[in-house]
């Protein structure tokens, strides 16, 4: 999971890194966490780099936290959780956050245990928003099976890995979205582990052929040179989900 703070006091920003670089997920791993002490530099990678989960500070010079939470509402597909982290208690700024989308709102200074059970809650909540959505997704001619990790193509069911299952899930679930090497490095393999540089193009090989991710079967897995891959549909192919 990689997870963008966004705070302009080096201090609270240095506080907030070193705790959500400390929490344990679920599955045992670590979250990336990408530190941003002004919104235009977020704002940039925000249009070019995925992030699982956003925590803005309001009051931060040029756009702040609430500008910056209408702006990843507006424009980001699919949308990622963002807590909001400030020092505005007021009822009506609560209100306002929320009702502008925020998934949580924690005040300044924060407490560490408060920060990471408030974090642990919008990520199981979201996680359940996933499940209820559906145990099988359906894009164009290729259905993914969460439950068991399958895909099937055309109705017959394609070999993957779970890595490979994992690989395409993510390219699937962010369609036209540039994803960079590093965010997919960081969602399949484990922190620290050896890899050489071609590990993750022979696993994007494998998919493309595997799911036939070419033009004449209705999609383009492209490559965006000096950056990482971008997995589009041709046509009208839009995602459906299955109970």
Not at 21 to 40: E, H, K, M, Q, W
Not at 62 to 86: N, R
Not at 147 to 155: E, T, Y
Not at 202 to 208: D, L, P, S
Request: proline share 4%; aromatic share 8%.
């Amino acid at each position: 999971m990689r997870i963008a703070i966004l705070d302009d006091e080096p201090v609270e920003l240095e506080l907030l890194h070193d705790a959500i670089d400390s929490y344990r997920l679920n599955d045992g791993t670590f979250p990336i966490c990408v530190a941003f002490s002004n919104s235009p530099d977020l704002l940039r990678q925000l249009k070019r780099e995925t992030f699982d989960l956003i925590i803005l500070d309001w009051e931060v010079a040029e756009i702040s936290g609430l500008q910056m939470l209408q702006w990843i509402k507006e424009h980001l597909e699919p949308v990622p959780p963002v807590i909001m982290l400030t020092s505005r208690t007021a009822e009506s700024d609560v209100v306002q956050a929320l009702n502008a989308g925020a998934n949580e709102y924690i005040s300044k200074p924060f407490r560490q245990g408060e920060l990471l059970a408030r974090l642990r809650n919008v990520i199981r909540n979201y996680q359940a928003q996933e499940a209820e959505a559906g145990e099988t997704l359906n894009f164009g001619n290729i259905q993914f099976s969460l439950q068991d990790s399958k895909v099937s193509v055309d109705k017959t069911p394609v070999a993957l890995t779970l890595r490979e299952f994992k690989l395409a899930l993510l390219l699937f679930n962010n369609q036209g979205r540039p994803l960079s090497r590093n965010y997919l490095y960081e969602h399949l393999w484990a922190r620290g582990e050896a890899l050489s540089s071609r590990t993750l193009d022979t696993h994007i090989y494998r998919v493309r052929n595997k799911l036939k991710l070419t033009s004449e079967h209705g999609w383009v897995l492209s490559t965006v040179y000096g950056f990482g891959y971008r997995l589009e549909a041709l046509g009208e192919e839009r995602v459906t989900e299955e109970a």
